[in-house]
């Protein structure tokens, strides 16, 4: 970002009954500068401005670590009547501009954070809905072997439901299945098998429903209604 810089005399005072510590009987001035800073976004003052000892006659500044004592106590006594700045610091218009696009893009962000997500909302409700033949849920399942409990396979694909009754079901499942996650919209929903696997419904929430088949071989996880 490009940075202006420049020193403003803000004001002078003469130290004529001061001893030249550099070259004794030469006239000095005592001058306050203040830093002016400027950017595209904003622009400022220093605080406080800074003192310097000036020699009239070699046009050269006394440098500080030879300022005697004297010297120090009238930069005191001078300092309280050097004029404040007019400001520290103050947006230009194109920081006005930044400013108020952050502050909308984080209202934004906020905003699309909290708003109700509609497929969200969609999608939770039909979970709730009683399950009837033909309906298509997504969801992960599990293979076990049925007189172990030990997991023999696991992923994703689509279910259709072939017939729906009050505590049991005949589901099909997809060809395609995947064994890493993936979205229902990358999955294939209209080819099932033929074969079709009696399940009895553990859990039905809002957010999920768990199905189980009789001869505990396959557990389902139903998170989509199509």
Same mark, same amino acid.
């Given at each position: 970002?490009?940075?202006?810089?420049? *020193?403003?005399?803000?004001?002078?005072f003469?130290?004529?009954h001061?001893?030249?510590?550099?070259?004794?009987g030469?006239?000095?001035?005592?001058?306050f500068?203040?830093s002016?800073?400027?950017?595209?976004?904003?622009?400022?003052?220093s605080k406080n401005?800074?003192?310097?000892?000036?020699?009239r006659?070699?046009?050269k500044?006394i440098?500080?670590?030879?300022?005697?004592?004297?010297?120090?106590?009238?930069?005191?006594?001078?300092?309280?009547?050097?004029?404040?700045?007019?400001?520290?610091?103050?947006?230009?218009?194109?920081?006005?501009?930044?400013?108020?696009?952050?502050?909308?893009?984080?209202?934004?962000?906020?905003?699309?954070?909290? /708003?109700?997500?509609?497929?969200?909302?969609?999608?939770?409700?039909?979970?709730s809905?009683?399950?009837?033949?033909?309906?298509?849920?997504?969801?992960?399942f599990?293979?076990?072997?049925?007189s172990?409990g030990?997991?023999?396979?696991?992923?994703?694909?689509?279910?259709?439901?072939m017939d729906?009754?009050?505590?049991?079901?005949?589901?099909?499942?997809?060809? %395609?299945?995947?064994?890493?996650? *993936?979205?229902?919209? %990358?999955?294939?929903?209209?080819?099932?098998?033929q %074969?079709?696997?009696p399940?009895?419904i553990?859990?039905?929430?809002?957010?999920?429903?768990?199905l189980?088949?009789?001869?505990?071989s396959l557990?389902?996880?139903?998170? %989509?209604? /199509?």
């Amino acid at each position: 970002m490009f940075i202006y810089i420049k *020193k403003i005399e803000e004001a002078s005072f003469a130290a004529d009954h001061l001893q030249n510590p550099v070259n004794p009987g030469n006239q000095m001035i005592l001058v306050f500068y203040r830093s002016y800073f400027s950017t595209a976004i904003y622009t400022g003052y220093s605080k406080n401005a800074a003192p310097s000892y000036y020699d009239r006659v070699t046009d050269k500044f006394i440098p500080k670590r030879k300022w005697s004592e004297e010297m120090k106590r009238y930069v005191q006594e001078c300092e309280n009547q050097v004029p404040k700045a007019p400001f520290r610091l103050k947006p230009t218009i194109f920081g006005y501009i930044f400013i108020l696009a952050f502050i909308g893009f984080f209202a934004y962000l906020v905003y699309d954070t909290v /708003k109700p997500n509609p497929y969200q909302q969609e999608r939770v409700s039909k979970l709730s809905e009683t399950m009837n033949g033909g309906d298509l849920y997504f969801g992960r399942f599990t293979e076990k072997d049925p007189s172990t409990g030990t997991p023999k396979g696991s992923g994703f694909r689509w279910f259709k439901i072939m017939d729906a009754g009050q505590e049991s079901l005949l589901i099909s499942k997809a060809r %395609e299945h995947s064994t890493t996650a *993936k979205t229902s919209m %990358e999955m294939n929903s209209s080819d099932f098998e033929q %074969e079709t696997i009696p399940m009895k419904i553990k859990d039905q929430e809002s957010y999920q429903i768990d199905l189980v088949s009789e001869d505990g071989s396959l557990e389902v996880t139903l998170t %989509e209604k /199509k």
